[in-house]
């Protein structure tokens, strides 16, 4: 067995979990499932890209890129390779997500999550 069938979270990382938590849609998941790449870059830019101060658009080098999404390309220009078509999937699917590749790296800038935040309104109780 590879993998532990359980994992134990501590009790902070949880809450820092379901404080941060970010709905996906469950169709893109299943169309990037054929890449664990695919589906690491659509969670990742997922949670990041709304968090991104309106106004200062991130940077992510291709050194930190490739640190945490390809660490098994020997090249750097292998990963590069993999990882402009894997976002280029990825971007089908999460098309509001705002992202500038060039030389350099990736840049961020603030994106609607996937899914946007719904209101759900309940019915008044009657009285009793």
Same mark, same amino acid.
């Given at each position: 067995?590879l993998?532990?069938?359980?994992i134990?979270?501590s009790?902070?990382?949880?809450?820092?979990?379901?404080?941060?938590a970010?709905? @996906? &849609?469950?169709? /893109?998941?299943?169309?990037l !499932?054929?890449? *664990?790449? %695919?589906?690491?870059?659509?969670?990742?830019?997922?949670q990041r @890209? &709304?968090?991104? /101060?309106?106004?200062r658009? !991130?940077?992510? *080098?291709? %050194?930190?890129?490739?640190?945490?999404?390809?660490?098994?390309?020997?090249?750097?220009?292998?990963?590069?390779r993999?990882?402009?078509?894997?976002?280029?999937?990825?971007?089908?699917?999460?098309?509001?997500?705002?992202?500038?590749?060039?030389?350099h790296?990736?840049?961020?800038h603030?994106?609607?999550?996937?899914?946007?935040?719904?209101?759900?309104?309940l019915?008044p109780?009657?009285?009793?």
């Amino acid at each position: 067995m590879l993998w532990p069938s359980t994992i134990q979270l501590s009790l902070d990382y949880f809450a820092s979990l379901q404080e941060h938590a970010v709905p @996906l &849609h469950e169709a /893109d998941l299943a169309a990037l !499932a054929h890449s *664990a790449m %695919a589906l690491d870059l659509y969670a990742w830019l997922a949670q990041r @890209l &709304h968090r991104i /101060d309106p106004h200062r658009p !991130a940077f992510v *080098a291709w %050194a930190a890129l490739k640190q945490q999404f390809g660490p098994d390309y020997g090249r750097m220009d292998n990963f590069k390779r993999f990882f402009r078509v894997t976002l280029r999937q990825v971007l089908t699917r999460y098309q509001a997500a705002r992202t500038e590749e060039d030389g350099h790296g990736l840049r961020l800038h603030n994106s609607p999550p996937p899914v946007t935040k719904r209101l759900v309104m309940l019915p008044p109780k009657s009285p009793a």
